[in-house]
């Protein structure tokens, strides 16, 4: 059977994209390389930009009953020691975190109701254009191709499209018990040998995060064993590259989303919302027969945010630089609340306010 669309990649990006080009009665596809519901490493938090796209994908609710955790505070802490804290507003729309393999299957599914062709446990091992695809379960054919495959997309690969990674640093995530002082919170740690993300994630869950240069990793990781309850037997997961030079977003009946495009930090926050909003913008662009416009409309879906991503790598390089940004904060509070209202959102339903100690 030939398809409208095939799309490689079942993570947010591929699952709104399938979807919401099935509810506009595209023939589509959407295999995936893994099966669900699987662990997938990233901060696990979904900012209140990310709502209204849930709604419009007819997701929200779905997401709001699974076991989550309400943020109501971020903290940073400097190299030095100094936390500064920002309060979130309180909303039923407000920031939650949430584990990926539970929100991803929630994707999954509301793209299946709509009417995609899933096709899980299905590696992509051959592809010519035209567009005809290769798997470990079968040859499908469609006009037109999304890679959403993440960052080391193979649609990129086997194309000649994927770019050398940096490898500046390593990300490992793991979900652990919580400690009671943590409910409701993300902490952000900036240290002199890396980076340290924290969040309540619900039932009773931390997902913690590190990143750090390789060599300095071990460091990081005796760092975190002296302050939270990490077992023998933890289950690490690890990702790279964190950074990555862009692809293009679109060529001939090729549109490209999600990290397959463009790496995002996977601990900032911003991870999500591009994905879902990368992913509703190439079914809008698909279904309307508007191809050419796509690639000026996805540059411009960046523009304005990726500081925050390029800030965060920085001062995972720099401590210094996070030091200083801190102490900044510390004089100039707004300064804090302008960069947690970027990373979390606009301030939904009251206002933020900030702390230190």
Request: charged share 20%; net charge neutral.
């Amino acid at each position: 059977m030939d398809y409208d669309v095939a799309i490689v990649g079942a993570g947010p990006a591929g699952s709104t994209c399938a979807a919401f080009c099935a509810q506009a009665g595209w023939r589509t596809l959407l295999l995936e390389k893994s099966h669900f519901p699987r662990d997938k490493v990233c901060g696990d938090c979904i900012n209140p930009a990310c709502w209204p796209i849930l709604e419009r994908l007819g997701a929200a609710d779905q997401v709001q009953a699974q076991p989550h955790s309400r943020l109501a505070e971020v903290a940073f802490v400097s190299p030095r020691g100094r936390t500064l804290r920002l309060t979130l507003a309180a909303s039923d729309r407000g920031e939650i975190a949430i584990p990926r393999r539970l929100f991803d299957a929630v994707l999954l599914d509301r793209a299946r109701e709509l009417g995609a062709e899933v096709h899980e446990d299905t590696a992509l091992t051959a592809l010519e254009r035209g567009w005809r695809l290769q798997t470990s379960q079968g040859e499908f054919s469609a006009r037109h191709l999304v890679a959403a495959d993440g960052r080391n997309s193979t649609v990129a690969r086997l194309l000649g499209l994927l770019p050398a990674a940096a490898k500046d640093r390593v990300g490992l995530q793991a979900h652990l018990p919580v400690p009671p002082e943590y409910h409701q919170r993300v902490e952000m740690h900036f240290l002199r040998f890396g980076y340290c993300g924290i969040t309540d994630v619900g039932s009773g869950l931390l997902n913690l995060c590190l990143v750090a240069r390789p060599k300095r990793l071990l460091d990081l990781k005796d760092w975190a064993t002296e302050r939270f309850p990490i077992l023998a037997d933890i289950t690490w997961r690890t990702i790279a590259p964190l950074s990555r030079s862009a692809i293009p977003a679109a060529q001939e009946n090729l549109l490209i989303i999600g990290d397959a495009a463009r790496v995002v930090e996977p601990f900032t926050g911003e991870g999500i919302y591009y994905a879902l909003a990368s992913g509703e913008l190439a079914a809008r662009h698909l279904t309307a027969g508007d191809l050419p416009d796509f690639a000026a409309a996805h540059a411009e879906l960046y523009r304005g945010r990726m500081w925050v991503n390029h800030l965060a790598r920085a001062a995972v390089l720099r401590p210094w630089l996070a030091n200083g940004l801190l102490e900044l904060a510390n004089v100039f509070p707004e300064a804090l609340r302008y960069l947690t209202t970027k990373v979390v959102g606009p301030s939904v339903g009251g206002q933020h306010t900030a702390q230190c100690s």
